[in-house]
């Protein structure tokens, strides 16, 4: 069974940067499509980007392209989300999450991590 634990949040100033780490427990790390999530207050839990188990293919949302790069390393089983020219509406707590080929469904969540982005 896999594990997901994020870090690196913090506080930050629009047009600065951060990365996120997800670090994973378990063998099956590689097997998995890794995605970064994201829920800001009073509002739905949204999707930021999703990487595939070899790395090789990536989404995001529209939001973030362009400034947010999602990436993974395998032999590390960790996953990163770099953040570029963030603005206050990436305010949000980021889930890292875990899904298999076979299903659409995310069936792994981290605890997640504060982003907190001031004007």
């Known amino acids: 069974q896999v594990q997901l634990v994020e870090s690196g949040g913090g506080l930050v100033q629009a047009g600065g940067s951060l990365r996120l780490s997800c670090a994973a427990s378990g063998r099956t790390f590689s097997n998995r499509i890794m995605g970064w999530f994201r829920q800001a207050p009073g509002k739905e839990r949204e999707f930021v980007a999703t990487?595939?188990?070899?790395?090789?293919?990536?989404n995001y949302a529209d939001s973030v392209k362009g400034r947010f790069t999602i990436s993974r390393d395998n032999a590390a089983n960790t996953m990163y989300l770099q953040m570029n020219s963030l603005k206050p509406e990436d305010t949000a707590v980021y889930y890292c999450?875990?899904?298999?080929?076979?299903?659409?469904?995310?069936?792994?969540w981290g605890q997640g991590t504060q982003v907190t982005v001031s004007s």
């Open positions: 999450a875990a899904r298999t080929s076979y299903s659409a469904n995310y069936d792994l």
């Open positions: 990487i595939t188990g070899s790395g090789s293919s990536t």
